[in-house]
């Protein structure tokens, strides 16, 4: 398996446009997970999907982000208007949860979000 | 609410010898996992060991090993043998084992220096 895959690797937007993070999991996983990570406050959990429903959205920061997992293989972060504020490292992390059979969570490589 | 603390921002080994890295975290649950994530300067999250809460013996991975202690919620990691590919960052992390609750919450992180 090729892992979680996250597009792009480096994002670099003006403050006030709309940024778009895209993650596949790996194949057969049913938890997504999306983190954000800053120098400030570390890895924080923004949101999390179990079998393509969010259970866990208390992370995210503010109505300016949303994020969407519209089929088992695909889950967008988007970041609308977009602020300097939001410049961190963003990784999609996904797992297998079938109680018994839990698998550790497994990263992708991260998007690094520049907004100027 | 659940927290990990690393006490120690950096940390420095000589090559060929053991080093120990600490955590602590605080619940009030008896059913998780710990886990250890190695960051090296790639960005990529790896994961290096991990321990259910349930099993009193210590996880080991090759070079690497846990020392958890559930009473006084101590979970340190030790690295025989370092190597220069051990440099990196450690965050040591805590998940519940409850459907619904899979999100890892995160340490602060140690930076592991491996000098020649």
């Known amino acids: 398996d090729a892992g979680v895959i996250q597009s792009p690797r480096h994002e670099v937007t003006e403050m006030g446009q709309e940024v778009t993070l895209r993650c596949k999991p790996i194949?057969?996983?049913?938890?997504l997970f999306w983190y954000r990570q800053t120098m400030m406050r570390g890895l924080e959990l923004l949101i999390y999907f179990n079998n393509n429903v969010p259970i866990d959205d208390s992370g995210m920061p503010e109505d300016r982000f949303s994020a969407k997992m519209p089929n088992a293989s695909f889950s967008t972060l988007k970041i609308q208007p977009s602020e300097p504020r939001d410049s961190a490292v963003y990784f999609c992390a996904s797992s297998l949860v079938a109680g018994g059979a839990d698998t550790e969570a497994f990263f992708g490589q991260g998007t690094r979000l520049t907004v100027v | 609410a659940q927290t990990v603390t690393q006490s120690q921002p950096e940390m420095s080994v000589q090559e060929a010898e053991t080093v120990t890295l600490s955590c602590t975290y605080d619940t009030s649950e008896s059913d998780y996992y710990l886990f250890w994530y190695k960051q090296p300067p790639s960005r990529q999250m790896i994961l290096v060991i991990r321990q259910e809460a349930y099993k009193q013996q210590n996880a080991t991975e090759n070079r690497f090993s846990v020392n958890f202690q559930k009473a006084a919620k101590s979970f340190s990691l030790k690295i025989s043998d370092s190597q220069l590919g051990d440099a990196a960052m450690y965050f040591c992390a805590y998940r519940l084992n409850n459907f619904g609750n899979e999100k890892l919450t995160f340490g602060t992180g140690t930076r592991l220096t491996i000098i020649p």
């Open positions: 194949s057969g996983h049913n938890s």
